[in-house]
């Protein structure tokens, strides 16, 4: 009879225990980013929003100079919608309260109008600002008596 020896198994994979440890610190960090990735997206929109009005305020004060007329931006706080007025059939409106903006406008106030009108050579006919926001805070634009949008 030959002598056996008793060869050790080798087990490969992992134990229970720390298949259970590892998802435990995945959760772990998983509960500390979402939020904050969710606030960074929040705050990039109305980031993307505020730039997207400021860029607008620099094209209707352009449209008017080229054009020698007037151009308006109104402000509809309820449906968080601003428009430019039309300059030879170029009208456009943007929804700020739809993707990928997502945000409010909480306020405009131009000398108590909620309008602002850009004459034929590109200048405000009155200063304001514009206020929007998100769950991330909130930005507001001030239209100086140059007519530049800023914050």
Known sequence: MTPTRDIPVLRHGFT???????????????????PRFAQASARQRLDAAANRLIADTALARSRANAASESVT?????????????????????????ASPYDVSITSADFNGNRFVQ????????????????SSSGSVTLAITESG???R
């Open 118 to 133: 850009f004459n034929a050579f590109g200048i405000p006919q009155q200063t304001g600002t514009v206020t929007i926001s």
């Open 148 to 150: 530049e949008a800023t």
């Open 73 to 97: 931006m109104s402000f509809d706080t309820n449906d968080d919608i601003y428009k430019v007025s039309a300059v030879a059939g170029d009208a456009f409106a943007v929804e700020l309260g």
């Open 16 to 34: 229970l225990v720390e298949l259970v440890l590892v998802m435990l610190i995945i959760g772990v960090v998983s509960a500390i980013a979402v």
